[in-house]
């Protein structure tokens, strides 16, 4: 009779641990990448009051710049639901079609954002490039069935692609804090 010892299975974190987990990352690492000028991003941000979208802001985007904003915040939000939802119904294989479409004119529609680099591609389109190959592949996954594969890939995209992004981009001065909170 041999002794063999299971290990206990972890019990998986919920969401809201798993994403506050997350934004204190970001936090840490934007604090970190902002230096000196943190006290000045901390002032701003005191002085945030939430309010509807500024409209007049958002038409003077160029087109990229709004489908890639338009697309992004709609998968945030569906995506923050199929994270809670129950997994391999009806319903998360056909709201996870439309996140991936959704996903994928995001992604495409960086290709068109380039004046972060003066009219050229910067070092955040390797990023554009890792969602249109990692997507595909998340797909794929799950159509052979490979649950933990999908899972993993559509969890980085999401909290890595979407809620670390997201808190980014509301860095007091950007343009989602100046729509929303500015």
């Known amino acids: 009779m041999s002794s063999v010892s299971q290990t206990p299975r972890r ?20 604090a970190l990448s902002l230096g000196g000028a943190w006290s000045a991003v901390v002032r701003l941000a005191l002085s945030a009051h939430p309010h509807a979208p500024d409209m007049a802001l958002f038409h003077a985007l ?13 998968a945030l939000g569906l995506g923050a639901v199929l994270m809670t939802a129950r997994k391999g119904r009806t319903f ?3 709201a996870g079609w439309v996140w991936v479409c959704l996903v994928m004119a995001t992604a495409g529609a960086t290709l068109f ?4 680099n003066h009219g050229h591609w910067s070092v955040l389109h390797l990023l554009t490039g890792w969602v249109l190959l990692i ?5 794929i996954w ?5 649950v933990a594969r999908h899972r993993r890939t559509m969890m980085g995209l999401f909290y890595g ?17 100046m729509m929303f909170l500015g």
Request: proline letters at 6%.
């Open 92 to 94: 998360h294989r056909v």
């Open 142 to 146: 799950a159509k052979r069935r490979e």
């Open 161 to 177: 692609g979407f809620a670390i992004n997201l808190f980014v981009a509301l860095i007091p001065g950007r343009t989602l804090w």
């Open 11 to 30: 019990r998986p974190m919920s969401f809201g641990l798993r994403f506050g987990l997350t934004m204190a990352a970001a936090t840490v690492l934007v």
């Open 135 to 139: 997507l595909p592949l998340g797909v």
């Open 113 to 116: 954002i380039t004046s972060l």
């Open 62 to 74: 160029s087109p990229a710049v709004k489908i890639h904003l338009v697309t992004a915040l709609t």
